[in-house]
């Protein structure tokens, strides 16, 4: 499995605190079935230079050679959607086109669509993250739809789906996935005691509602097109 969204780095942000703490999370990733990461490290209010990101990723492999274990790390970030595109740019998956946006936790902005066309514009391909945990979506899932509509792609927690969030984002995930409006699921870890980069569960959930094989290109498929770059039709 792929996990296109995960607080890896140590020392970067609210996830790693440290080089230890990384591996740790790297062992639970790898027992769930991960094999590769995207490490997406917060460019919000504080912007992490690129060149420190390539460096953080270089230590960690690094140090997973030296464990022996087996799980790439690659480079990308979780983009706040108010930076401008000449920043935002900087932080695309593994070098492609494709990007998480991240809209404020507390509420849809008035402008998600105008960013959205900004960003394409700019030769972006935008991938939202989150929807279920966002008030204004919460309340009325139909708003993501519009954001479909306008080119963006969705990805949802795997750990809301197994509950973890509470009742109301779980509802919402599930509704969004049997929707069709979800194209990949990621684990948002940002620890190896709380919030985990596991995709399993989460997985399962998802083929209860979907199916096996639609819910398993939500975490092997859908990311694999992403970190090649390849056109993804949804």
């Known amino acids: 499995m792929i996990d296109l969204h995960c607080h890896i780095l140590p020392s970067m942000d609210d996830g790693s605190s440290s080089m230890e703490e990384s591996l740790a999370m790297a062992r639970v990733a790898v027992a769930d079935g991960i094999r590769t990461i995207v490490a997406t490290p917060h460019v919000k209010n504080d912007i992490p230079a690129p060149d420190l990101i390539a460096e953080k990723i270089d230590a960690l492999t690094s140090s997973l050679r030296q464990e022996g274990l087996c799980l790439d790390i690659l480079s990308g970030g979780d983009v706040a959607s108010v930076l401008p595109v000449d920043i935002v740019s900087r932080y695309t998956i593994n070098r492609t086109d494709y990007i998480l946006l991240e809209f404020p936790h507390s509420h849809l902005p008035a402008n998600a669509e105008q960013t959205i066309f900004e960003w394409q514009l700019a030769g972006l391909r935008p991938i939202i993250t989150h929807p279920e945990r966002n008030p204004s979506i919460l309340k ?22 197994a509950g973890d969030f509470g009742v109301d984002p779980k509802a919402c995930a599930c509704h969004l996935i049997s929707s069709g409006l979800v194209h990949f699921l990621a684990s948002d870890g940002h620890s190896s005691q709380y919030r985990l980069p596991r995709l399993s569960e989460g997985l399962r959930v998802a083929g209860q509602l979907i199916g096996k094989e639609a819910a398993t290109k939500l975490v092997e498929d859908n990311p694999a097109a992403v970190i090649s770059g390849r056109r993804l039709d949804v």
């Open 140 to 161: 009325h899932p139909e708003n993501l739809i519009r954001l479909v509509e306008a080119g963006a792609l969705v990805q949802v927690t795997a750990s809301s789906l």
